[in-house]
Structure formats: structure tokens, C-alpha cells
């Protein structure tokens, strides 16, 4: 997936989660978080950062921050690029060589999932993404804040499986430099619990790390996952 009209800035301070007030041309200018996550380790004061200006004069806010520069590498921070980015892999037959449908947002029962895939040979598969930023020592762990969310649909895959569907979950680390992807059982030890007993029951746990510039994101190497 791709940007439009990428600004570079400084990053001054975020005094809550959906905003941040950076320095851009000597000015100070309030943006907009696409994340909610905690990110303390990339959004340091002085560090770069990336904004997306919108062309809806309507906003409150002109930019988005879309990618912060840790080290020599961006690192992509938007919530919304994982799913872009996995949807144009699905569609390219990422998961199915022989992919014949994809649909976002997809509902079962009272669940909805980021996507349900099918491919020719009659495969059917609903899949979860859930992008990561946090970087330990190399290791990439999700989460880095709780998420009662997350758990919840790792449970809903599972009974996707019992009604004979292939059920997915996905970790796109936004970022290159990863060793493995572990669940981050210091900050969630419920999610890591219910991964574990999930890929038990046959969910697959995938995890793929990114080619990421300031204007774009794509899906690279697959990353060993270590539950």
C-alpha cells in the first residue's frame, strides 16, 4: 500500500493517545495518532517522523503520523496499513496461490473478521491481521498495551475451525530487523494464553515482516513465530 504527500517532521511530545504536536518547518503543528498503542519506544522526543497530509479541509487535524525513523529504518505506526497491506497479499495469492474471493470485514454469525478468503480448489479461510510496532532485542511481541479485543477474536477463529472453516492469525510486523515474533506475555499474559491454546486447536499463527519506506508498506519474509 502507498501514501500520498508525505511530510517529514520532528517529534516534540503526545499528550494523549490520539494526538501528537511535532515540529515542521520551524513550526509546531498538532497531528492526528493512527494508533492507539503505547509506541514509547519509537515516539521519542527529537525523533523523525512522517505525516500524511489530508485533503479534507474538514479535519480538525491537516496530518496523519503514519511512520516514525528508528535508527535507519521507518517503522510504519499506522493502524489502518496492516489491513491495506494484507489485503493486496491476499488478493496476489499470498495465502492461496489459487485465490478466487476476498472479502474485508467480513461477518460470521455475530464475529467479524478482517477477511474471509477463498481460493479454486475450494479452501475457505477467515483470517485475523494484527500489526506490530514493538521491537525488543530483536524480537517482535504483540501486544504493547492489553487487548481484551485481541483475545476475543483469537477465541472467534477457534470456533471458525469447529464449523470446518481454516482460521488464520496474522502479525505484521511493520518493520524489518526481526528475529522471531513472540507473544508479549509480560504485558497481556492473557492474549499469549489464548494464542497458545487457539494454535493447539489448529488456528494457524502466521507472522510476516515489511518492506516500509515513509510512502508505503508490502509484505517481505515470513518471521518464525515462537509461542
Known amino acids: 500500500m502507498r501514501y500520498s504527500n508525505i511530510q517529514k517532521a520532528e517529534f516534540i511530545r503526545r499528550p494523549n493517545r490520539f494526538i501528537a504536536h511535532v ?63 494484507v489485503g493486496e497479499w491476499l488478493k496476489s495469492g499470498g495465502l492461496f496461490e489459487d485465490v478466487s474471493y476476498v ?38 511481541r ?27 492469525i496474522l502479525f505484521l510486523l511493520e518493520m524489518k530487523g526481526s528475529k522471531w515474533m513472540e507473544p508479549n506475555d509480560a504485558t497481556h499474559p492473557a492474549f499469549g494464553k489464548a494464542l497458545r491454546e487457539a494454535a493447539e486447536k489448529g488456528v494457524k499463527v502466521l507472522a510476516y515482516d515489511c518492506l516500509v519506506t515513509p510512502e508505503s508498506l508490502e509484505l517481505d519474509k515470513k518471521v518464525e513465530v515462537r509461542l
Open 23 to 85: 515540529l515542521m518547518d520551524g513550526e509546531e503543528v498538532i497531528c492526528h495518532v493512527k494508533n492507539t498503542g503505547r509506541l514509547k519506544e519509537l515516539l521519542l522526543p527529537g525523533a523523525t517522523v512522517f505525516l500524511e497530509e489530508s485533503d479534507n479541509m474538514t479535519r480538525k487535524t491537516r496530518f496523519d503520523l503514519v511512520g516514525v525513523l528508528r535508527g535507519d529504518e521507518v517503522v510504519n505506526i499506522d493502524s489502518q496499513a496492516p489491513n491495506q497491506a
Open 103 to 140: 472479502k474485508a470485514e467480513a461477518r460470521y454469525g455475530d464475529s467479524r473478521f478482517d477477511f474471509y478468503v477463498e481460493s479454486s480448489s475450494g479452501r475457505k479461510a477467515f483470517l485475523e491481521v494484527k500489526g506490530v510496532t514493538l521491537l525488543q532485542d530483536r524480537v517482535a
Open 142 to 168: 504483540f501486544p504493547d498495551a492489553p487487548t481484551t479485543r485481541g483475545v476475543k477474536h483469537i477465541g472467534e477463529l477457534v470456533k471458525c475451525l469447529e464449523d470446518g472453516y481454516e482460521a488464520y
